[in-house]
């Protein structure tokens, strides 16, 4: 087989570890400061986990690089985190573009709160004049 020949370089290894590691602690401590919200870090949580699991464990990652037919694990790795990005920017925009929309619908009642409240006021001016 030539899962052997697909193995990470020492150095390459140590470095995705090293990256993937670093990952995980910004997503973790952004959360402990409270500048991402829990339901978002789970995604990046689980995107960190992977690589950092497909690093570490590079039989698995050459064995994948050979099953989709990548010939070097570093490009499977790599082609991986992409895909992570690509959902991610996916379920982002999808999460933007619901909240574009819920603005809108904010602002509306808002200036309709305020036109009925002029309103009220204007009426309320008149009864007193």
């Not at 193995?7 to 290894?13: I, T, V």
């Not at 470095?15 to 870090?41: D, F, G």
């Not at 690509?86 to 619901?98: A, E, K, N, Q």
């Amino acid at each position: 087989m030539i899962l052997a020949a697909l193995a990470l370089s020492p150095r390459l290894q140590i470095a995705a570890i090293a990256v993937t590691t670093i990952m995980l602690l910004i997503v973790l401590e952004l959360v402990r400061q409270r500048r991402l919200m829990e339901k978002y870090s789970l995604l990046w949580l689980f995107a960190a986990f992977v690589l950092l699991l497909l690093s570490i464990f590079t039989g698995i990652l050459g064995a994948f690089a050979e099953l989709i037919g990548i010939s070097t694990p570093s490009n499977a790795l790599f082609g991986v985190a992409i895909g992570f990005a690509t959902l991610m920017l996916l379920h982002f925009s999808v999460t933007i573009s619901r909240l574009t929309d819920q603005n809108k619908v904010l602002a509306q009642k808002l200036a309709s709160t305020e036109q009925r409240l002029r309103r009220i006021e204007h009426h309320r001016g008149a009864d007193e004049s």
